[in-house]
């Protein structure tokens, strides 16, 4: 639904992004990840057909984002990171006013606006002025805007940022919502953890180039030297456990605690089937084995230093 086929953008001598291609599948919600000043907001307004590349091609649902730009706008719904609201507008007028920009016929408006709202849990908010929201509403609303026209895409550049904790929660169980009615949702973040639990792949930018993108799944699997497994035992066999898992070829460092054990994996996939089965055979009483999944952050700071491409 969505391809970035190497875009470059240079102010002046200064190359913001450089030669970015990735693609989003249908369904799919895309965390875009890099720290401040990394080239996402850059990308983003390209997709959203607001900036010009040096070169490079985007395509949304088919569309070329540089020669058909008014078809692209159709198919996407597109929340900046800084949006202005209008001194003396109501909620619904706001609504309004970009469904009147979407060519949203009258007849319709009046249902489309209150099923946003109901969606948003704005209803109670339909008279009041967009000033006098709170951050959190106003940022709902924003993302309110971008449905209007029922677009099948999602573009949201920081839909989270400066909101509370509660807030951001709020914001995430609507992510989820849309995802659920079938939309494909691009999302950034410098905050990781904000998207370590819902997006099915991640992008990770950096100084405008991009240095991972994949399903979390497989940029994990990348980090196959980092792989961890923790053994939990149901009885007071630990240092038995720990001393077969330290004398396999495969296991390189064995913490052992209470009743588990990690330890440093470096094998393949078989070879965790092994350990487990020669644990099991030798009558000790495994509750649980499982390869601990590497936080966001993790894979992260791994990328970005360098250990993992
Ligand atoms: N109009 C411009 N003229 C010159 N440099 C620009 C312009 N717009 C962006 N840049 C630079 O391009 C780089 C990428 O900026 P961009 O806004 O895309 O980053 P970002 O990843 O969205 O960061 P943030 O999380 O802070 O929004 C930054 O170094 C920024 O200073």
Redesign the pocket.
Known sequence: MIEVIHFTKR?GE?V??DDLSFAIGKGEIFGFI??????????IRFLATLLRPTSGEGRIAGHSVTADPMAVRRVIGFMP?DFGVYDGMKVWEFLDFFAVAYEIPRSARKKIIGEVLELLDLSHKRDDYVNGLSKGMKQRLCLAKTLVHDPPVLILD?PASGLDPRARLEMKALLNELRRMGKTILI?S?ILSELADFCTSIGI?ER?KLLAAGSIQTIQQQIRSHRVIKVELADDATDRAAGMLRDDPSIRMVESFDHTVTAEFEGQDADMARILGRLVSSGIAVQSFAEEPLSLEEVFMMITKGIVS
């Open positions: 102010y200064f913001a992004v890099g720290p401040n000043g990394a080239g996402k907001s850059t990308t990171d920081e950034s410098h930018i405008g």
